[in-house]
């Protein structure tokens, strides 16, 4: 006879325990065990939340080298069949061999469920035949548990789901994810209700009354508008004369845009929106062109402003030297139309979607044994219950946004139709974006700063991890299951349109380790740098109103305090948009910060001394972000990866 020690781990999470009887079957290259029952002095004990128990399993010949486990569970008599959630089942073979099998799976079932041993195989490696049989099953069971979904043609698909407990059970909030989401919620709604504010209809008769909109939630930047927007705006060319943007006649215009000092902010993706209606009223959104000029103290300042695309004797331009509120009424219309382009295109679309795109193409395509899944899936959490929840609260019929922001309704999903027309691969490559918007040299820019940084971080790290798997270009082309991966990527998340760059198969390692630091880059970084910030920013409502209830000023001299508070959102609206924002800006307790990994599925040394060699990389750069921070009168803290999530999980 000979002894296997069998020691099994059980999630520290809330519900992870099973009383049930656990049965357990090692498979390896010279055979398979007889499923036995695993039992403990400990008793039921064994396989409660957080518990570490160890078996002694004797078979009378040796295994070979182990390639499964099979667990399953069966309910004591008169007891219910329970759910557990194993962490993982760690094996010592008798020549002292330790072999990994990563689980992180609920099984609330009796059917035998099997798990691979940790080393990372591709399909064209795995040559064990029940290994392989358990791989193509395991595909096809998440086939049917990860279906794709059309939510509104002409946007990226999504998962198949009638509520979250219709997801499957491992992609779900955990129990403290969902009750600090939901008292979140509550608490912040109850409190505008106290107040009177959630039915009021009214507008808004004094600029100093929207302070009392969650005064005791006011963050250290609540209220300040510079250049570390939540949006990191595109800039591009805008035809004006000298003598309307430098009318002391201190700067050439052509001089200034040959110097690089020119910018310009164009909104065009809102132009002809059909807009919602609000308590009855019809409401604007305008598609501005923002002019925009660095100055000789490094500071970028707005010069001109034009409301709509086309120039017209009704849409004149809009300069500093005018009037207070003429001003000031050119600049509330742009940041309303900033807050859609915002939320719609570069937070909505860019992050939120595409994240649910990789994330439900990895779980259909790519099997728990692959280093790609074991390398992504913990930028995969809570992606999916967070972005139905928001299908179904936010954008929705009778959703927050749908009900309360100009944008609304049909306007949305023109907006996020065109948005998604406009994405070139290039714009989701932060080194690329940023030398296409040319704004490199762009003074103040932490944006820029840090998602560089983090980029080269994320990369660096994705280098190591894939050529240890990928040695030539060739094992790359015959990776089916990668080339399922990116082909369903291609077709459900950019429907097969011809968007610039965006690649249907993966040719190369290069190409492969560019793909997968832009799928992890959208998902932890770019989500928190366009999500982050926006209570900070949005608090105060005329800076990034959420609707505007009167047209724009057609001449000049005519804004005065009245008009721009008709103008600007009822009460209602206003404190159901902050809502939105305060609750879409809180941590949960349970947040992972990038590149903390708490689930242990990579088995070799070399790809775990990476992942430990990148916390320490991200550690040196938040210390390096705070440093900075230090002298910044308002602090850039949203990509210092200390505040990153892995995963788009708000």
């Given at each position: 006879m000979v002894d296997y020690e069998v020691t099994v781990y059980t999630a520290n999470r809330t519900a992870a325990t099973t009383f049930n009887n656990v049965f357990l079957k090692l498979v390896g290259t010279n055979g398979e065990s007889e499923r036995k029952r695993l039992l403990s002095l400990r008793g039921p004990s064994a396989f409660v939340r957080g518990a570490v128990a160890s078996f002694t399993v004797s078979y009378p010949t040796s295994l070979g080298k182990l390639v499964l486990v099979e667990l399953d569970k069966k309910p004591l008599f008169l007891f219910p069949e329970d759910s557990w959630f194993p962490a993982k089942v760690e094996v010592k073979s008798p020549d002292g061999e330790i072999y990994n099998f990563p689980v992180y799976r609920w099984i609330s079932d009796s059917k035998v469920h099997r798990f691979r041993e940790g080393t990372a195989l591709k399909g064209f490696?795995?040559?064990?035949?029940?290994?392989?049989?358990?791989?193509?099953?395991?595909?096809?069971?998440?086939?049917?548990?990860?279906?794709?979904?059309?939510?509104?043609?002409?946007?990226?698909?999504?998962?198949?789901?009638?509520?979250?407990?219709?997801?499957?059970?491992?992609?779900?909030?955990?129990?403290?994810?969902?009750?600090?989401?939901?008292?979140?919620?509550?608490?912040?709604?109850?409190?505008?209700?106290?107040?009177?504010?959630?039915?009021?209809?009214t507008n808004w008769t004094n600029i100093d009354d929207i302070d009392r909109v969650f005064w005791f939630k006011q963050t250290d930047i609540s209220g300040t508008d510079n250049l570390h927007k939540v949006n990191p705006t595109k800039l591009d060319n805008l035809p004006v004369t000298d003598k309307m943007v430098f009318p002391d006649g201190c700067c050439s215009l052509a001089e200034e845009i040959k110097k690089g000092n020119i910018f310009l902010c164009d909104y065009?993706?809102?132009?002809?929106?059909?807009?919602?209606?609000?308590?009855?009223?019809?409401?604007?959104?305008?598609?501005?062109?923002?002019?925009?000029?660095?100055?000789?103290?490094?500071?970028?300042?707005?010069?001109?402003?034009?409301?709509?695309?086309?120039?017209?004797?009704?849409n004149p331009i809009f300069l500093p030297s005018d009037s207070e509120y003429d001003w000031l009424m050119a600049k509330i219309f742009v940041r309303s139309a900033d807050f859609s382009e915002h939320q719609l295109n570069v937070h909505l679309l860019r992050t939120h979607l595409l994240?649910?795109?990789?994330?439900?193409?990895?779980?259909?395509?790519?099997?728990?044994?692959?280093?790609?899944?074991?390398?992504?899936?913990?930028?995969?959490?809570?992606?999916?219950?967070?972005?139905?929840?928001?299908?179904?609260?936010?954008?929705?019929?009778?959703?927050?946004?749908?009900?309360?922001?100009?944008?609304?309704?049909?306007?949305?999903?023109?907006?996020?139709?065109?948005?998604?027309?406009?994405?070139?691969?290039?714009?989701?490559?932060?080194?690329?974006?940023?030398?296409?918007?040319?704004?490199?040299?762009?003074?103040?820019?932490?944006?820029?700063?840090?998602?560089?940084?983090?980029?080269?971080?994320?990369?660096?790290?994705?280098?190591?991890?894939?050529?240890?798997?990928?040695?030539?270009?060739?094992?790359?082309?015959?990776?089916?299951?990668?080339?399922?991966?990116?082909?369903?990527?291609?077709?459900?998340?950019?429907?097969?349109?011809?968007?610039?760059?965006?690649?249907?198969?993966?040719?190369?390692v290069d190409e492969l380790i560019k793909f997968v630091t832009m799928v992890i880059f959208t998902g932890s970084a770019q989500h928190a740098a366009v999500n982050g910030g926006q209570f900070d920013f949005g608090s105060w409502m005329p800076n990034t109103p959420i609707s505007l209830q009167l047209p724009p000023p057609t001449k000049k001299g005519e804004a005065t305090e009245e008009t721009m508070l008709k103008t600007l959102p009822d009460v209602n609206t206003t404190v159901?948009?902050?809502?939105?924002?305060?609750?879409?800006?809180?941590?949960?307790?349970?947040?992972?910060?990038?590149?903390?990994?708490?689930?242990?599925?990579?088995?070799?040394?070399?790809?775990?001394?990476?992942?430990?060699?990148?916390?320490?990389?991200?550690?040196?750069?938040?210390?390096?972000?705070?440093?900075?921070?230090?002298?910044?009168?308002?602090?850039?803290?949203?990509?210092?990866?200390?505040?990153?999530?892995?995963?788009?999980?708000?």
């Open positions: 490696e795995d040559s064990h035949q029940l290994g392989r049989y358990s791989r193509e099953q395991e595909l096809k069971q998440r086939q049917k548990d990860y279906c794709w979904d059309v939510y509104v043609e002409g946007i990226p698909h999504c998962i198949k789901a009638d509520g979250p407990l219709s997801l499957p059970a491992e992609v779900r909030f955990s129990f403290t994810k969902q009750t600090e989401f939901l008292f979140t919620k509550i608490t912040g709604l109850a409190e505008l209700k106290l107040k009177g504010l959630v039915d009021n209809k065009k993706q809102m132009d002809g929106v059909k807009t919602n209606t609000i308590n009855d009223e019809k409401q604007y959104l305008m598609a501005p062109l923002v002019l925009l000029h660095k100055t000789p103290d490094d500071k970028l300042m707005p010069i001109a402003i034009q409301l709509k695309q086309k120039p017209a004797e009704d994240a649910e795109v990789f994330a439900v193409s990895l779980l259909r395509n790519v099997p728990m044994v692959h280093p790609l899944h074991k390398l992504l899936i913990p930028h995969t959490r809570y992606t999916l219950q967070i972005n139905f929840l928001a299908r179904n609260r936010l954008i929705s019929e009778e959703g927050v946004f749908t009900k309360f922001s100009a944008s609304g309704g049909e306007g949305m999903i023109t907006i996020l139709r065109r948005s998604l027309s406009s994405v070139t691969y290039s714009s989701l490559c932060v080194p690329e974006d940023i030398a296409e918007r040319g704004v490199k040299d762009v003074p103040n820019f932490y944006y820029r700063d840090d998602a560089l940084r983090l980029w080269d971080t994320i990369n660096r790290f994705v280098r190591g991890i894939l050529t240890y798997y990928y040695k030539t270009d060739a094992e790359v082309q015959q990776d089916s299951e990668l080339q399922k991966w990116i082909l369903d990527i291609f077709e459900h998340g950019f429907l097969s349109q011809p968007c610039p760059g965006i690649p249907q198969k993966l040719t190369t159901q948009g902050m809502a939105i924002m305060w609750l879409l800006s809180q941590q949960s307790s349970d947040f992972a910060p990038l590149g903390q990994y708490s689930e242990d599925h990579f088995s070799e040394e070399t790809p775990r001394q990476m992942m430990a060699n990148f916390k320490k990389e991200l550690a040196a750069l938040s210390a390096a972000i705070k440093e900075r921070n230090k002298t910044l009168e308002v602090p850039y803290t949203y990509l210092d990866p200390e505040e990153v999530e892995n995963s788009v999980a708000i």
